[in-house]
């Protein structure tokens, strides 16, 4: 069992950055790979961002390709989302997830290729 806990959200402006992170229980961290998807009202969850076992290969969805970044530090069993240039529409509730999958990680896209989940972080971009 893997517990997930986010953090650093928050009520930013238009331009502003924040840094989420996600710590995690469990000492498989490294086992792993490990993703972030936002959900904003009204919306299904969707993808953000995916990173590897070891950090070393990430993917992101277009909508934040060039404004956010995924890393993870293996030693402290936290994943982090750096988000700069946040605009109104990246408002939403944050969750990281971890998946157990093999797969290479640009295919790691679903909800359904996750299967543990931190409660979400709310993330609120005003104009």
């Known amino acids: 069992q893997v517990q997930l806990v986010e953090s650093g959200g928050g009520l930013v402006r238009v331009g502003d950055s924040l840094r989420l992170s996600c710590a995690t229980s469990?000492?498989?961290?490294?086992?792993?790979?490990m993703g972030w998807f936002r959900q904003a009202p009204g919306k299904e969850r969707e993808f953000v961002a995916v990173?590897?076992?070891?950090?070393?290969?990430?993917s992101y969805a277009d909508s934040v390709k060039g404004r956010f970044t995924i890393s993870r530090d293996n030693a402290k069993n936290t994943v982090y989302l750096q988000m700069n240039s946040l605009k109104p529409e990246d408002t939403a509730v944050y969750y990281c997830?971890?998946?157990?999958?093999?797969?290479?990680?640009?295919?790691?896209?679903?909800?359904?290729?996750?299967?543990?989940w931190g409660q979400g972080t709310q993330v609120t971009v005003s104009s």
């Open positions: 997830a971890a998946s157990p999958l093999s797969h290479a990680i640009v295919v790691l896209t679903k909800t359904t290729h996750y299967a543990y």
């Open positions: 469990g000492r498989t961290f490294s086992s792993y790979a």
């Open positions: 990173v590897s076992r070891s950090g070393g290969s990430t």
